[in-house]
């Protein structure tokens, strides 16, 4: 009976040890503190092993980032009254993977906080 218990507690341990899979289409709406301004998108992300690539925005502008259990970071370059700035996202998956929570900031500028939602 001890084995038992131990091998259901390594497989339930190892579960929920996963990591996150975000790979797919997701909404992004961001509203940045000091302005409280928002702005909205669309991320393609794709993910393998913990690495993190994709698109966000009209332009397509390449992301890169990564993915380490529920914690997932991206960043792009982000141009903004002609000059281009790193554009850093922080956050969680929650609800089961549907939902990106978090903090996003531009590099030398305003800071926010964003939701992403998994179409």
């Known amino acids: 009976m001890g084995i038992v218990a131990l091998l259901l507690t390594v497989g339930f341990l190892s579960a929920s040890a996963a990591r996150a899979d975000v790979s797919g289409v997701w909404d992004l709406e961001m509203v940045f503190t000091s302005s409280g301004a928002r702005s909205k ?9 913990g690495e993190l690539t994709g ?18 970071t991206w960043q792009f370059q ?34 926010g906080t964003f939701t992403a939602t998994k179409r």
């Open 41 to 49: 998108g669309i991320c393609k992300l794709t993910q393998k092993d």
């Open 55 to 72: 698109t966000c925005g009209t332009d397509a502008v390449a992301i890169t980032g990564k993915v380490d259990d529920d914690k997932v």
């Open 78 to 111: 982000a141009e903004q009254g002609g000059q281009k700035h790193t554009m850093i996202f922080d956050g969680v998956v929650e609800q089961e993977g549907a939902t990106i929570k978090g903090k996003c900031r531009i590099v030398d500028g305003q800071e």
